[in-house]
């Protein structure tokens, strides 16, 4: 990183002797005191209540000029700051490595260590006033500063670890603000990955102060939230805490369940007649955290505020509605959730149109008492599947209490009975919110959307019959063009119908001639089977999964295909690193060539658990693209798919490569197979899950018609 020198602002300072001028100019004036910045860190701090507008650079050195005016010119002989960051990101030499005097007071007791608070601690000042929000380019620039200190400082001037705001330990506001950065582990933490753009909000970082020192200690079960100013579901628990605690529920839980409904539902008074301030503070921080403007004093429930709820209530699609004390409780946990409920970027209208009809006519006029507002940000996800699931158990005629969003027994036989028959109104509107939400379909690698205007016109259109009868063709299910128990299954889970027809299936037992025949007769025409085990025979959790000697002979003798399937412990996170996918990858290559697998099969990796969209992120596609370096640095002989959720392939497929897809379906809890359509190279969809024979597991797939045609023979090894 670059610092500039004294030079560069030193031509700006007037009203100074000359001697102090050319002060300016030279080196920084050396402290008499101690000095040992190696066992504190930095304080960091800000300009303060004062007219400064950092319009241009030249504005910048101006003040930084100002501050060594007004230090030299009072009680010191430099000036007091190390280095200042101005607002475009560039730094500015202060004090240099020399010891300062900005941090001001005599010690700070830290992790039961006492510091001194200028003999162990640098000073940082960001060149921004009291209201000033920091720049990326500032906090990027401090980072730097911060990262430069600690490791290429000279050896005797090397900082600490400790990051401290200069208000901590002492009474001033500074550093404004930059306060919620100014700790470990934020993003200015040069030990912590830099996310671009999150800058901090200065509301909810009032919010995690005031929870955490409001209710720490005294409410029991209270967990302290981390003031970071950044909004997430460790903080409205904390709030979802606290209010538990003003209601008189001992011990809290970070959890708005039935015992926190009832007493929202219990407690006579809404935000606008709210008279407990603490209450009502809970509120306004809730709506900041939502990312919704609220009043400053946070105790007072004003316009501001009752604007924001309104806009939120609108948002829910409840404008108009009478707000009963069993929606009130629903609306206030929904206020203590990470949900959206505006359009959020990249979100769809026509989803949180159907969103919010959901919410009105399920949760407001027919109040199911299992459903919670689903979130109205534009974009299908489990929240919104489960609504729907519940919305459609409603048309079908089951109880109230009786709804629970779960594709059982009695919802599968509505299903089978009314949900096929004619639809109309609302029902209809249902069946046609899940193709909306299924879309695109595929027809020959093409993307079909399902067109939006279809899903509120009660007659049955030539665009709705043609695109469910390309759904239909894309999922292998029987080409109706109608509302059959098949398709309402395809569009409603993951594995679909599980009794329809199948001609795949994987295992982990071993495929004799006997048992290959067997398949063949029960219409199975192609087995997936595992390369390799990672577990040893000694192991107790040792399978014995792995291929045989002689057993893709067998395989093909009973006129059997056979795919390949490598997994490696893909059950937990940690396995999936870019460096493990890459030696998995060679292993991989390595068993299928022992195996004699001609060139051009297509190997499977595992996932083979519930992968989070961020983890898919962070680690399993960094693991794929390990194992097709793998792949590729050892000939290209094999290609590679993957075995996982339907998010987990398409993302896979999309950013790693992968040729096929094994579609995890009967797993349909998977939050990753929950408001994600088939992914377009799909080739084996797992739906079932059951014993062929006693002591024979098999799993049931989908094999697609024009998919991975498999391996039908082996070559020389």
């Known amino acids: 990183m670059t610092i500039n020198a004294r030079s560069t602002w030193a031509g700006y300072v007037t009203g100074v002797t000359d001697a102090q001028k050319a002060q300016a100019f030279a080196a920084p004036v050396p402290s008499s005191g101690a000095w040992e910045p190696s066992t504190g860190g930095v304080f960091l701090h800000h300009r303060g209540n004062r007219s400064f507008s950092p319009g241009s650079e030249e504005d910048c050195k101006k003040d930084v000029a100002e501050v060594f005016a007004h230090d030299v010119t009072g009680d010191y002989a430099d000036i007091q700051y190390n280095f200042f960051v101005c607002p475009h990101g560039i730094v500015y030499e202060g004090r240099g490595y020399e010891r300062g005097e900005a941090n001001f007071g005599a010690y700070i007791t830290v992790d039961g260590v006492s510091l001194g608070r200028n003999t162990a601690f640098y000073s940082i000042c960001g060149l921004l006033r009291s209201w000033d929000q920091p720049t990326d380019a500032m906090l990027r620039s401090i980072r730097d500063l911060i990262a430069h200190l600690r490791g290429e400082a000279p050896a005797s001037r090397r900082a600490g670890r400790r990051i401290l705001p200069h208000s901590a330990g002492y009474d001033t506001e500074c550093p404004g603000n930059l306060t919620p950065y100014a700790t470990n582990g934020s993003p200015i933490d040069p030990a912590v990955s830099w996310d671009e753009g999150t800058l901090m909000d200065m509301n909810v970082f009032a919010a995690q102060k005031w929870v955490n020192t409001r209710y720490d200690g005294v409410a029991p079960g209270y967990v302290r939230v981390l003031e970071t100013g950044r909004t997430g579901w460790a903080t409205v628990l904390s709030l979802t805490q606290a209010l538990q605690h003003e209601l008189g529920i001992s011990p809290t839980v970070q959890s708005f369940g039935p015992a926190t409904m009832r007493a929202v539902q219990d407690h006579p008074l ?77 979100g769809d209208a026509a989803t949180q149109a159907i969103q919010q009809h959901l919410n009105k006519r399920y949760v407001a006029q027919r109040a199911i008492p299992a459903m919670n507002l689903v979130p109205c940000d534009g974009y299908y996800s489990r929240e919104v599947q489960k609504g729907l699931m519940m919305a459609i158990q409603y048309e079908l005629g089951i109880g109230l209490n009786d709804i629970n969003g779960y594709f059982g027994p009695g919802t599968q036989s509505g299903l089978r009975t009314r949900g096929a028959g004619t639809l109309t109104g609302d029902f209809r509107l249902l069946f046609r919110a899940a193709c ?37 063709s894309f999922s292998q299910i029987p080409v109706t063009g109608t509302n059959d128990y098949t398709t309402w299954a395809q569009l409603l889970i993951s594995a679909g119908d599980t009794e329809r027809e199948a001609t795949g299936c994987d295992c982990i037992t071993e495929i004799t001639l006997e048992r290959g025949r067997l398949l063949m007769q029960n219409g199975y025409r192609i087995v997936g089977r595992y390369l390799d085990e990672h577990l040893p025979p000694s192991d107790p959790d040792y399978l014995g999964k792995a291929l045989k000697p002689g057993e893709l002979q067998n395989i093909f003798a009973a006129g059997l295909r056979m795919f390949p399937i490598f997994q490696y412990n893909g059950t937990q996170l940690a396995n999936f690193t870019y460096d493990k996918g890459y030696d998995q990858g060679r292993k991989a290559d390595e068993k299928a060539r022992a195996f004699g697998l001609p060139p051009g099969a297509c190997i499977y990796f595992a996932v083979d658990y519930d992968a989070l969209d961020t983890e898919i992120t962070s680690n399993v596609v960094p693991y794929f693209r390990g194992v097709r370096t793998a792949l590729e640095q050892l000939g290209g002989r094999y290609q590679f ?24 379906g009967m797993s349909w809890g998977f939050s990753g197979n929950l408001g994600y359509p088939l992914p377009a190279n799909w080739s084996l969809n797992q739906i079932r899950e059951y014993a062929f024979q006693p002591g024979w597991g098999l799993d049931r797939n989908v094999w697609r018609q024009g998919g991975d045609p498999g391996v039908s023979s082996v070559v020389s090894p």
Request: aromatic share 14%.
């Open 436 to 472: 909306f939400f299924n879309s695109p379909t595929y027809d020959n690698g093409r993307q079909v959307p399902y067109s939006s205007q279809d899903i509120y016109t009660d007659t049955q259109t030539a665009t709705h019959t043609s695109w469910l009868r390309t759904f239909q």
């Open 270 to 346: 809404r935000p606008d007649t709210e008279t407990d301030p603490s209450i009502i503070t809970i509120y306004n921080y809730a709506l900041w955290c939502k990312g919704y403007y609220a009043t400053d004093p946070p105790y007072i429930w004003d316009t501001r505020s009752r604007d924001s709820f309104q806009a939120l209530i609108g948002h829910m699609g409840l404008t108009g509605v009478v707000i009963t004390n069993a929606l009130w409780a629903r609306i206030a946990r929904a206020l203590l959730t990470m949900d959206q409920f505006r359009l959020v970027p990249g």
């Open 641 to 664: 798919g993957v075995y996982g959720s339907r998010n987990v392939c398409s993302r896979v497929s999309a950013e790693a490569g992968a040729r096929w897809s094994f579609v995890s």
